[in-house]
Structures are given as structure tokens and as C-alpha cells.
């Protein structure tokens, strides 16, 4: 079953900007959320992560938003940039032993 | 630091062929990991490995699928007879020690791309 979700597949958005990823997800042991960034040919790269005890982590241009009631979290990055357009993987992990469940992604397209 | 090292970077076999994956983790990194990605979804957990003794194996379909990572360093991902629907990117990645901190992050390797026809 999917446990984590992002239900949009794709987003387009003009640079300077702001995007704005959605992941849902199902289970309420994840301890731990990791925003993935991944360029066509490469593997994902770790973008920024929250602990389940915090509503909000920030780096730099890239902030992500944890509401544990409504099982949901997002990612923001402000302003766009083209070097941002990549797909986005929403993961979280349910054991110390770090195993990740990860979203089927979201492809981001930043426009000039 | 060096990061993930995995090869080869292309494969295409016809289906009932073998094939292997090789992948070699960053330098000191106890826990490896093994996942598959299809074509627009996410990757999906094959097998972990925390130095050379299985973790979680429980989504490998090993009836075709086997893993290996004998010193605890390296690791062997083995496909015999390769199926059309194991088509995907198989990503080696792993994670440093320690529960907190860097400890909570997985880093990934450029991931094998195999296509079976």
C-alpha cells in the first residue's frame, strides 16, 4: 500500500516565484521526513528534512511545513529558480533503521 | 568524500537473462541499501543490508532476485531470469551511523538503469 503520497505529478511555476510541493501520508509511526531532489540521469540528492517533533524546518531558499494532525507536509522554495526544476521525492521513515517510503514524486518545471 | 559508487551505469538484456549490479557505499557507512525505480513512481525498498547481515529483505522477490554483501563493504544486486517489468533504475545508497543528526539521511548512488527486452 502507499503510504506516502504526493497526488500531483507534476507543477509548473515562473521563476522568482514561489513552489509549493504536497505530501500526504497514511501512517502515523513515521518519525522522520525527507524532501529528495532528482535530476534526469542522476540519483536523488537529500534537499532538507524534519524531525516529527517540529512544524517547520528551514534552508535557505527551501522550507518544509510538517501538520501531523492532518497527516501532511510541504515543501516551499522561494524564490524559483531553473536550476530548481527537477523531480521532487517526499519520503518518510518509520524505524531507527532509517528505511525510507518514498511519494511517487512531483515534477517541477521553473519557467523564466 | 566519494560518494556512492554503483556500476554498471546502462544494461539492457533480453528477458531470461541474468545480469548484476555492483555498488560500493561511502566510505564508513554501515547500513546499504538496495531500491527500485520504475519509470514515474518512487523507489521502492528492495533489501537492506546493516554491515553484511540482512535487515529487511521482505519486498526482494527473491525467487529471482538475490543480494549479497559479504564484507560488510560492498554489495552485489543479482537479477536471473530477468523479467520485462524489472525494467527500472536500481539505486544502491546508504547511511551513516548513529540515529541522529547525518545519521538520518540516506545518500544514493547515480543508480543502474536496466531496460529487458
Known amino acids: 500500500d502507499q503510504q506516502v503520497k504526493q497526488n500531483s505529478p507534476s507543477l509548473s511555476v515562473q521563476e522568482g516565484r514561489i513552489s509549493i510541493l504536497n505530501c500526504d501520508y497514511t501512517?502515523?509511526?513515521?518519525?522522520?521526513f525527507l524532501w529528495y531532489k532528482k535530476y534526469p540521469a542522476e540519483g536523488p540528492t537529500f534537499l532538507i528534512s524534519i524531525s516529527s517533533i517540529k512544524d517547520k524546518n528551514e534552508d535557505g531558499r527551501f522550507t518544509v511545513f510538517l501538520n501531523k494532525s492532518a497527516k501532511h507536509l510541504s515543501l516551499h522554495i522561494v524564490p524559483s529558480q531553473p536550476g530548481d526544476s527537477a523531480v521532487y521525492f517526499c519520503a518518510a521513515r518509520t524505524d531507527s533503521w532509517g528505511k525510507l517510503q518514498f511519494g511517487a514524486g512531483t515534477q517541477v518545471v521553473v519557467t523564466p | 568524500e566519494a560518494g556512492v559508487a554503483q556500476s554498471p551505469r546502462y544494461k539492457i538484456i533480453e528477458k531470461r537473462q541474468s545480469v548484476a549490479f555492483w555498488c560500493n557505499p561511502i566510505s564508513g557507512h554501515a547500513t546499504l541499501y538496495w531500491y527500485q525505480q520504475i519509470l514515474g513512481q518512487g523507489p521502492k525498498l528492495l533489501i537492506q543490508?546493516?554491515?553484511?547481515?540482512?535487515?529487511?529483505d521482505s519486498q526482494l522477490p527473491k525467487d529471482r532476485f538475490s543480494a549479497e554483501r559479504l564484507k560488510g563493504v560492498d554489495s552485489t544486486l543479482k537479477i536471473q531470469p530477468a523479467k520485462l517489468e524489472d525494467s527500472a533504475v536500481y539505486l544502491c545508497?546508504?547511511?551513516?551511523?548513529?540515529?541522529?543528526?547525518?545519521?538520518?539521511?540516506?545518500?544514493f548512488g547515480e543508480g543502474s538503469w536496466l531496460t529487458v527486452v
Open positions: 501512517n502515523s509511526m513515521f518519525d522522520y
Open positions: 543490508f546493516q554491515n553484511n547481515g540482512v535487515v529487511d
Open positions: 545508497a546508504s547511511r551513516p551511523s548513529g540515529s541522529g543528526g547525518s545519521g538520518n539521511t540516506i545518500y
